[in-house]
């Protein structure tokens, strides 16, 4: 393939492209002129690399009029003496939740800044242990133990309740012996905690009750509030969500397992949330069609060490789902910023910026029709721990993984660890058929691998070969940083552009 001639025109760069030819033999006068074809690549960003993430969090929330809840009152009181429907308006200031909030349907629960939703418990009665302190009869009793951390010989992220000193984060270590300031070892055998930071005159507090509001009723508002120290047990939220909710303005921070769980939550919306700070995922979703999730912060969550690069720690998780993800900022998480697993389908990932994640940028696995689009993914990738390397086979920015029917097209890839990966597994059937790679096209996205061992490609195992014709890559735009010629992958072989471009991969796309 020739190119002819090459023109800038506004965002894109407009190629006029001989037809293939067998060798370099002009055609005969009489025969026809070779066709070309007009095409265009990408030079300009997308929109939302200048875009700027409006406010989040309860600033935003609008005023609440409605039945007031004080400081110190049981909210669960008030709303069962209430007929459906009601707006309740939690007072500034702090509310211990000893319960799990169930509201009924149509209920507004509402807040604004400093009303404060917490599931922690003061901790009192501290005794000087040697170097320590120690406060004992303050865990709760024995509950099943589940997930995946990145210590996987010790397990701390396993269990729930988490220590603060004067709102101060505590890492949790597993013996006695490794307690020192910052730090602190709850002996469940002997029901005991303990800490090195002097307790006197400080406020110390553990999260106790695993969850702030249940998803016991359908259309529930909330929105202005902070929702903090809850034991949420792995995989669960702090905050829960069912069908037809809509979650808008709120803070949901330092909660152990996940932030905000949609579950079985069809049409819920959430927006202008700030996520941060949560011990395993910011934002979950599961089995809840046509959710909408927009225009939020998420970000530094997974701070109690779930496993980094592959079991629901990070910014975004939805599994068996399906609805729009849209203009969030996904940032400086501990694991993947944004991951559809298992029979997601009619998906849209569109004008999100998702950078500085420990691990993918945005990973859609084992799942049906996607559109991923205009989204910025940058400096992904540079943290994963235990069970990865720096493979495609570990992930991009932006990952496929045995998926059908994913279009991936006019992102900014940039800086990450690996560019685009593609990978083709055997992963079993699925509620639409069989896991398979099929009808993936990557479609008008510059690519920009500025680090000598990234690349971009696809991979295969050996029980499931790539089809011909599966993937697709056409009018992209790659930036490399020169320094290693071999920047793709293929059938098991590294390769440089032009034997990328001779497996069929790229024709009309360009290289710099």
């Known amino acids: ?169 505590l890492t949790r270590v597993m013996s006695l012996e490794q307690v020192k300031p910052g730090t602190f070892f709850g002996d469940y055998q002997a029901n005991a905690v303990y800490v090195a930071d002097d307790p006197d005159g400080r406020a110390v507090e553990m999260s106790r009750t695993p969850t702030a509001i249940e998803k016991s009723a359908d259309d529930v508002t909330v929105t202005g509030l902070t929702i903090e120290h809850f034991a949420s047990r792995p995989q669960g939220g702090a905050l829960q969500v069912g069908p037809g909710w809509t979650v808008i303005a709120n803070e949901v921070r330092w909660n152990h397992a996940v932030g905000i769980m949609v579950i079985e939550g069809d049409r819920a919306e959430l927006s202008r949330n700030t996520v941060a700070d949560n011990g395993q995922l910011g934002i979950g979703q599961y089995k809840s069609a046509d959710v909408r999730i927009t225009a939020n912060l998420v970000t530094r969550n997974n701070t109690d060490g779930f496993w980094i690069a592959d079991w629901e720690s990070g910014g975004i998780k939805s599994t068996r789902s399906s609805g729009e993800v849209s203009g969030n900022d996904i940032v400086a998480n501990r694991g993947i910023g944004m991951w559809s697993d298992i029979a997601e389908y009619d998906r849209r990932i569109t004008g999100n910026r998702i950078r500085d994640n420990a691990a993918d940028g945005i990973r859609y696995e084992i799942s049906y029709q996607a559109v991923i689009e205009q989204n910025v993914v940058e400096s992904n990738g540079y943290g994963t721990g235990r069970g990865s390397g720096g493979s495609l086979w570990d992930g991009g920015g932006i990952n496929v993984n045995t998926s059908a029917g994913v279009q991936v097209r006019g992102n900014l890839v940039k800086a990450n660890r690996n560019g685009i990966s593609i990978q083709s597994r055997t992963r079993g059937d699925g509620p639409r058929g069989t896991y398979v790679l099929a009808d993936v096209v990557i479609e008008g996205n510059q690519v920009v691998m500025n680090d000598a061992t990234a690349s971009t490609g696809v991979v295969e195992n050996k029980g499931s070969p790539t089809k011909a014709g599966a993937v697709t890559f056409r009018r992209n735009s790659y930036q490399l940083d020169g320094k290693t010629p071999d920047r793709f992958a293929y059938r098991g072989k590294t390769m440089t552009w032009n034997e990328w471009q001779q497996a069929g991969f790229d024709q009309d796309s360009i290289s710099s």
């Not at 006029?16 to 300009?44: F, R």
Request: aromatic share 4%; proline share 9%; glycine share 14%.
């Open 1 to 169: 393939m020739r190119r002819r001639r090459v023109a800038a025109s506004g965002a894109v760069l407009v190629l006029v492209l001989a037809g293939c030819s067998g060798g370099e033999e002009k055609p005969s006068a009489g025969s026809p002129a070779t066709p070309t074809v007009t095409v265009t690549v990408p030079t300009a960003p997308p929109a939302a690399e200048a875009a700027v993430l409006g406010p989040t969090g309860p600033g935003t929330a609008k005023a609440c009029r409605g039945t007031a809840i004080a400081v110190g009152a049981d909210p669960q009181q008030a709303i069962d003496a209430a007929p459906a429907g009601t707006t309740f308006c939690f007072a500034k200031g702090v509310h211990r939740i000893s319960r799990a909030i169930r509201p009924r349907a149509g209920v507004t629960l509402g807040g604004g800044p400093g009303v404060v939703l917490t599931g922690s418990v003061r901790l009192d009665g501290w005794k000087r242990d040697g170097d320590r302190w120690v406060v004992r009869g303050v865990l709760p009793a024995p509950y099943q133990l589940k997930g995946q951390c990145e210590d996987n010989k010790t397990k701390p992220c396993q269990r729930g309740e988490q220590v603060f000193v004067d709102g101060k984060h």
